[in-house]
């Protein structure tokens, strides 16, 4: 990952799941189209995943009124299973994600640039959504 010129964001969440399980949840195409929301009017229509060092990623993120619609992707700079996930945008951003284990739950931490667009806390507020939204899937759906 480059040095960034970007304003860094963080947010958090603790799911009450193992981490082994929410890296699943959080990787897999088919999970991802199902959290991968900041609100009930928008949803994520297609995702793909190649989850390694080099590897490219890519979701569709659209209004359900289809009146808005954007590509969300990167290239991975860095992988370890159950643990980290970095990656930069397309625009040149830069995330860095860690997934840490306590006791059967999974803090999630995830840094990232800000976009020069839109102010910080608008985007801090829509990235924490989506964590948020992630949390709230992972936990209704994790049959232990």
């Known amino acids: 990952m480059r040095n ?10 603790t799911i009450n799941t193992p981490v082994a399980h929410v890296w699943k949840f959080w990787t ?9 929301s900041a609100s009930d ?13 080099g ?30 996930i970095a990656y930069t945008l397309e625009d040149g951003r830069n995330v ?11 803090k999630i931490v995830e840094v990232f640039d800000a976009e020069e667009t839109n102010p910080v806390e608008f985007q801090e507020q829509g990235w924490k959504a989506i964590l948020d939204n992630f949390k709230g899937y992972v936990e209704k759906n994790f049959k232990a």
């Not at 960034?4 to 969440?13: D, L, N």
């Not at 009017?41 to 060092?53: G, K, Q, S, Y």
């Not at 860095?96 to 999974?106: A, M, R």
């Open 28 to 36: 897999e195409p088919v999970h991802i189209m199902k959290w991968n």
């Open 96 to 106: 860095y994600i860690t997934f840490l284990s306590d006791n059967g739950k999974t």
């Open 55 to 84: 590897g490219k990623f890519l979701s569709r993120m659209e209004a359900k009124d289809g009146s808005f619609g954007f590509d969300f992707g990167g290239t991975y700079a860095d992988v370890k299973a159950n643990e980290i």
């Open 4 to 13: 960034s010129k970007f304003e860094k964001i963080t947010i958090e969440t």
């Open 41 to 53: 009017d928008w949803h994520t229509p297609f995702a793909e995943n190649d989850l390694r060092i």
